[in-house]
């Protein structure tokens, strides 16, 4: 124990010398001891050396103990040394202030010297183990840092390959397997979107993998480089199938601004763990590669074929000089089409190794290799020459000539030879320029931007049309085509995975195509096998295509066949713009034309018409006022201009457009928009003059202006609102449909909020809200709007009287007016709309239109809207009044003691069942139910009445309709209990309000008695 305190300092703080020189007897053999006879000396003490404990008396003059732990306790740093009160004696509160100040521990007096020495030796002691803890965790932190990649949060490299061979050491054969993967077209992503994007897309991907939920978990999981991970997986728990769903569950869960990645993996079965592990990664890494630029496959298991084709690749090496001097290494074409007219516009050169034998190697076999080792310049140098002497060969024998085109390696670009090269070789064969095109591949934008746009610069200088290949593929960058002004970008239809085409992939196709052909450059897509590749091509506009769908790579003599058989055609044709305006310049930001474009004082823009759509590419400021739309800026990019037309006027503006592209001048008209997406009822109607500016075959460039005139249009459609109401109020046989029709076209004209009409009550004291139509999503306040009094509208009468319709905002009100302001604001009502309603030239209620969007102060017009209600309102109370009376006499019929019964008669002449009024005394004469009565009539009127008796019943009734006089006769009815009844009977025809025909009938029971009587008597049955 001793060595851990030794070389410790005490300092030792109290007023009374001996008892610091007992201190010192106590301890001075294992600590150095210091003095301090108060606070202050003891605080000039800590803050001048180090102090490893503090033994402090309390009762100290000028500075006592307890000030002193209140200086030290403020100190951050002052307050870790460890401080032990010595006292003579202490009460509790004072002991409770001293522990609650820090102090470790303190001992009483009188001292035992043994027992203080151990006390203290323990304290620091204890302390010291504190700090070794605390060291050894922070080196523990520390080495996880060291560990972990910064980026993602897994285990680095060197971590990985310490950590799994710790757990190899003791596993058994076989029972870990190695998972290596990447992600295709990550550095195409970094490109476009960022490496900071890179790297959030990264920490994602190690985020997922860190989770605990995860039906496969990796043992040790590890971003080995770039987008390189490894992973070790028990081989008991993996399944592959399940391993690739992870992979594409983490991919497609991870946020990726819309863009599609493809994993790829190399597995290893780690059948002896004593090999060293980068070796068993570089095994992992043969199996990935394997799965390189085959669509489809996702992973390879590592196999020892593998490293056959390594010692293949040695051979290829050995032999490729020989090669080279006997002339193996051959010159394919494969045709490139026009598939607008079918013509054969050119071909792309490639090469392969066909050996003495016969044997054929394709380029992915021998090319990478020749890049790596440099010999890729005396491979493309040949075949450039061999292009050479074709198109020479072809010029003498007075043919057609069309370009071919020839690839260019970046490791070629670096070459200080390769411009005199490439130079020298038409030349040497004067053969022109522009009829050898060069193909940059994919790979030379990965190096310097620079000094590839200064080498394109100068070959397009001398003629030669150049190419960027394999555009969108993951390797070329879309930031460099402004700065390489290359003619031509090539895109391979194997973005599309699994030979399937994807929603991403299309997109991403179409959206280079486009940005191509507005920045003046051809589009050529190879790689087309499929009648789906080409329709989808050419929906798009894409007509420039390569591809075994129309063509393998041939031999020479098979092209100058081919060549003979085919149409030509040699000039490929890029977007056309109108005279005078130059392309660059007008997408230009820092032009005049997009000065002139942007501080135009209407609303302007650039349409962009194709396919039937017509999308916005370019709009200034004040495009987006004219359409008054709460689009986000963003938003109306790139959005079709035909799904905001309202579909009668789409017609119309396709007939405009396609008569601007035909004639080549400017044509103007109107439309109705739809584009506040969030509030569909809000419409706008645009004016605009089109022209357009740039034009392909199947792609048009349109500048157009516009104007807002919707309040020209709106005072036509008011106009003819009220003519078409008013006959509509006319034809409808309910008032109070009537009504509310009124209302909802009253709201949707003015596209307010609420529509509600007010009726006063009779002492013109209060008014109250009788009818209410809501827009959608507004809550109804019908039931707040009651009893109002008089004063809720006093502002109104004497206005209404003079203006007839009163336009009201409730912000402009002023201070005298500043109840009525609060009423508004309470009920959310923004503006108002006020139509007096008329009864006998005094008003008798009103209707208020609130927060109407379209609140126009001449609302002159509308004042008719007020006549149209009250002259509804008055027909409803002539109905209620009608109604009224008719229930009065229902209740009378249904008091009458006698059966009665009405029954309308149609212009036939025939009972109608419809509407038939039976009271209970009749009910209860022939002892049936009202339904079963009914059920009767709708069958057969006269079905319940004796068949001797229907004869003469009909002519009574005829007589009845004829005469309009009251019938009388007897007649039987069978009754519901199965038995005859005899009744007097009298029949009256009345008409109703509307001039409909009613039978009435009267009934009284008699008896068969009377009834044989009156028979003898008058013979009434006859």
């Given at each position: ?556 003599e098979e092209y100058e066949l081919l060549l003979s058989q085919e149409n030509h055609d040699s000039i490929l044709t890029s977007m056309e713009t ?257 139509m007096p309603l008329h009864k006998k030239d005094d008003i008798f209620g009103i209707m208020t239109v609130e927060s109407p969007k379209q609140l ?157 009587e009156d028979e003898e008597e008058n013979g009434i049955y006859d």
């Amino acid at each position: 124990m001793t060595s851990v305190v030794e070389n410790r300092t005490i300092l030792v703080v109290d007023d009374e010398k001996i008892n610091r020189q007992q201190m010192i007897s106590v301890f001075s053999e294992e600590y150095i001891i210091l003095e301090a006879e108060n606070g202050f000396i003891a605080l000039e003490i800590l803050n001048s050396m180090k102090v490893d404990a503090v033994l402090l008396d309390l009762d100290m003059p000028g500075m006592n103990g307890l000030q002193f732990l209140d200086v030290v306790s403020d100190d951050k740093e002052l307050e870790k040394i460890p401080i032990i009160v010595v006292a003579d004696s202490i009460n509790e509160d004072d002991l409770i202030k001293v522990m609650a100040k820090g102090v470790i521990d303190v001992i009483m007096k009188p001292l035992n010297d043994q027992l203080m020495r151990l006390r203290i030796r323990n304290i620091l002691s204890r302390i010291e183990l504190l700090k070794r803890a605390e060291r050894a965790d922070e080196t523990e932190k520390e080495l996880r840092r060291s560990e972990m990649d910064p980026v993602s949060g897994l285990f680095n490299r060197n971590a990985f390959i310490r950590h799994t061979e710790l757990l190899l050491s003791k596993a058994q054969p076989n029972q870990y397997i190695l998972v290596r993967w990447d992600i295709d077209n990550f550095k195409l992503y970094n490109e476009v979107f960022s490496s900071s994007s890179g790297d959030e897309y990264l920490r994602q991907i190690g985020d997922y993998w860190s989770s605990k939920d995860l039906e496969i978990k990796p043992v040790i999981a590890c971003r080995f480089d770039a987008d390189h991970f490894i992973f070790l997986v028990e081989e008991k728990s993996f399944d592959i199938t399940k391993m690739c769903e992870s992979l594409i569950d983490c991919l497609e869960n991870v946020k990726t601004s819309a863009f599609e990645f493809v994993p790829r993996m190399g597995l290893y079965l780690i059948d002896d763990p004593t090999l060293d592990i980068t070796l068993m990664c570089d095994c992992a890494l043969l199996a990935l590669k394997s799965t390189k630029n085959r669509y489809g496959v996702e992973y390879k298991w590592f196999v020892p074929s593998l490293w056959v084709t390594l010692k293949q690749e040695h051979k290829i090496v050995a032999e490729m000089e020989e090669a080279l001097l006997n002339d193996e290494f051959k010159a394919y074409f494969q045709p490139q089409y026009n598939i607008s007219n079918g013509k054969l516009i050119g071909a792309e050169v490639l090469v392969r190794w066909v050996k003495e034998n016969g044997q054929m190697l394709l380029p992915n076999s021998f090319i990478p290799l020749f890049e790596k080792n440099g010999f890729v310049f005396e491979l493309d140098r040949s075949i450039w020459e061999k292009a050479c002497i074709f198109q020479r060969k072809q010029l003498d024998l007075g043919k057609e000539v069309i370009p071919v085109s020839v690839n260019v390696s970046r490791y070629d670009l670096v070459r200080e030879e390769f411009l005199d090269t490439i130079i020298a070789l038409p030349k040497k064969y004067d053969v022109p320029f522009n009829l050898i095109n060069l193909e940059i591949t994919e790979s030379a934008f990965s190096s310097s931007v620079s000094h590839i746009v200064e080498i394109v610069d100068k070959l397009r200088e001398v003629g030669f049309l150049v190419e960027v290949d394999d555009f969108g593929s993951g390797y070329s960058s879309f930031s460099t085509l402004k700065d390489v002004s290359a003619g031509v970008i090539k895109i391979d239809m194997h973005f599309f995975s699994d030979k399937k085409m994807t929603q991403r992939g299309g997109t991403i196709i179409e959206s280079i195509v486009r940005m191509a052909k507005w920045l003046g450059m051809l589009v050529i897509a190879e790689g087309v096998e499929t009648k789906m590749h080409v329709s989808f091509l050419q929906s798009i506009g894409c007509n420039y295509v390569q591809g075994f769908f129309f063509g393998k790579p041939m031999t020479v003599e098979e092209y100058e066949l081919l060549l003979s058989q085919e149409n030509h055609d040699s000039i490929l044709t890029s977007m056309e713009t109108i005279e005078g305006m130059d392309r660059g310049q007008f997408w230009n930001p820092s032009s005049i034309e997009t000065l002139l474009f942007s501080s135009y004082v209407g609303g302007a823009c650039v349409l962009e018409y194709h396919d039937n759509k017509l999308e916005i590419l370019r709009m200034n400021k004040s495009f987006k006022e004219v359409l008054n739309t709460n689009h986000a800026w963003d938003a109306l990019m790139g959005y079709d201009v035909f799904d905001a037309v309202d579909p009668s006027y789409r017609e119309e503006l396709t007939e405009i457009v396609n008569s601007c592209i035909n004639l080549g001048d400017s044509r103007k008209g109107v439309c109705h928009i739809f584009f506040n997406h969030e509030t569909p009822t809000h419409n706008e109607y645009i004016r605009y003059k089109a022209r357009v500016i740039a034009k392909t075959d199947t792609y048009a460039l349109c500048y157009v202006l516009v104007d807002n005139v919707s309040s020209q249009v709106r005072a036509e459609q008011q106009n003819r609102m009220l003519i078409e109401l008013s006959g509509r109020m006319l034809s409808e046989a309910d008032p109070e449909t009537a009504l509310t029709n009124v209302m909802t076209e009253i709201m949707n004209y003015c596209e307010g909020k609420i529509v509600h009409t007010y009726v006063f009550d009779k002492t013109r004291k209060h008014l109250n809200c009788e009818y209410e139509i809501c827009a959608p999503n507004v809550p109804p306040l019908i039931d707040q709007l009651q009893d109002l009094p008089i004063d809720y509208v006093e502002y109104w009468i004497p206005k209404l009287r003079d203006m007839e319709v009163l336009t009201i905002t409730t912000s402009e009100l002023d201070e005298s007016r500043e109840a009525e302001k609060l009423r508004y604001e309470r009920f959310g009502i923004e503006s108002l709309i006020v139509m007096p309603l008329h009864k006998k030239d005094d008003i008798f209620g009103i209707m208020t239109v609130e927060s109407p969007k379209q609140l126009n102060k001449n609302n002159k017009n509308l004042e008719a809207l007020g006549d149209y209600v009250s002259f509804l309102l008055a027909r409803r109370d002539l109905e209620r009044k009608v109604k009224f009376e008719n229930s009065q006499l229902m209740s009378l019929i249904e008091k009458t003691p006698i059966g009665f019964t009405r029954v309308p008669v149609n212009r036939e002449r025939r009972f109608d069942p419809a509407n038939v009024i039976i009271n209970d005394s009749f009910c209860s004469m022939i002892k049936m139910t009202r339904q079963e009565i009914l059920d009767y009539y709708i069958k057969e009127p006269y079905l319940r009445v004796h068949p001797d008796d229907i004869p003469n019943v009909a002519l009574l009734i005829k007589k009845a309709i004829q005469t309009r006089q009251t019938c009388p006769i007897k007649m039987r009815f069978f009754a519901g209990d199965d038995n005859y009844l005899t009744t007097q009977t009298y029949y009256h025809i009345s008409e109703d309000d509307k001039g409909n025909l009613m039978l009435n009938g009267y009934f009284i029971e008699i008896s068969d008695k009377e009834a044989k009587e009156d028979e003898e008597e008058n013979g009434i049955y006859d």
